[in-house]
């Protein structure tokens, strides 16, 4: 689980900075993202996918790189179905594999992957010596 979330952050964040052109043209599309603010989004994301990875390959920052997962993964789904429920023809900013799905697909596979972050966060959880 650990790695399919550590590698899923990676690919995400170097993708979007790699191409960080069309990142930018892909959410200045959004009717969800402030004009004034596509520059720093644009940066802010790919990083703190980055981070996040960085953070689930250490032990001691392993449970706070879960929550950081689940919470950019709730995020990025809420927006996904925000835009599919709202919006039409908006194109998807994710780059990669998941930009060429539908929005359907994406949000299952987020669903996905919000799951396996939960999981991980019960079984850390679970692994604590209980005070007594």
Do not use: D, W
Not at 68 to 80: A, D, E, G, I, K
Not at 95 to 122: A, D, Q, R
């Amino acid at each position: 689980m650990r790695i399919m979330l550590i590698f899923l952050f990676i690919y995400a964040g170097l993708i979007k900075l790699l191409n960080l052109s069309f990142f930018r043209f892909t959410i200045s599309q959004s009717p969800l993202i402030i004009p004034g603010t596509i520059n720093l989004i644009s940066i802010f994301i790919p990083l703190l996918e980055l981070l996040t990875a960085l953070m689930l390959i250490f032990t001691k920052t392993y449970k706070i790189g879960l929550l950081f997962s689940l919470f950019l993964m709730n995020m990025f789904t809420l927006y996904l179905m925000v835009l599919i429920t709202f919006y039409s023809k908006i194109p998807c900013a994710c780059g990669g594999i998941l930009g060429k799905t539908s929005y359907t697909v994406h949000i299952l596979f987020n669903l996905l992957y919000i799951g396996i972050s939960l999981v991980g966060i019960y079984l850390v959880k679970k692994s604590r010596p209980s005070k007594t």
